[in-house]
């Protein structure tokens, strides 16, 4: 069984950075698809970015520039680096995993919340202005 812990998220204010963790067990991140997704009360959840097992990634407009997804198959761990953030990136964040995943992510493809089988509980970032 894919288990998936969130970790590093906080309260900071806008133009501050923050870097989010997933730690995976029961299987090995460098056969999986990950993403890192978010959700406000009341919305649907969203994608912000996602990479592949041969290390492409995708991620949302909303993003681009700011955020870095990368892995470290070494420590099977998932990361989200999250710099210049914003009031409007204050959300629920949540690492999810497809495994094995075979989605290929060339061209920047960014996955949708069905194309992933594991999730975790999610992790809060706060930003203030």
């Known amino acids: 069984e894919v288990q998936l812990v969130e970790s590093g998220g906080g309260s900071v204010q806008a133009g501050e950075s923050l870097r989010l963790s997933c730690a995976i067990s029961?299987?090995?991140?460098?056969?999986?698809?990950m993403g890192w997704f978010r959700q406000v009360p009341g919305k649907e959840r969203e994608a912000v970015a996602g990479?592949?097992?041969?290390?492409?990634?995708g991620y949302a407009e909303s993003v681009k520039g700011r955020f870095t997804i990368s892995k470290d198959d070494a420590k099977n761990t998932l990361y989200l680096e999250m710099n210049s953030l914003k009031v409007e990136d204050t959300s629920m964040y949540y690492c999810?995993?497809?495994?094995?995943?075979?989605?290929?992510?060339?061209?920047?493809?960014?996955?949708?919340?069905?194309?992933?089988?594991?999730w975790g509980q999610g992790t809060q970032v706060t930003v203030s202005s």
């Open positions: 029961g299987t090995s991140v460098s056969m999986c698809l």
């Open positions: 990479i592949d097992r041969w290390g492409s990634t």
């Open positions: 999810a995993a497809d495994c094995p995943g075979t989605a290929d992510l060339w061209g920047g493809y960014l996955p949708r919340e069905f194309e992933y089988t594991s």
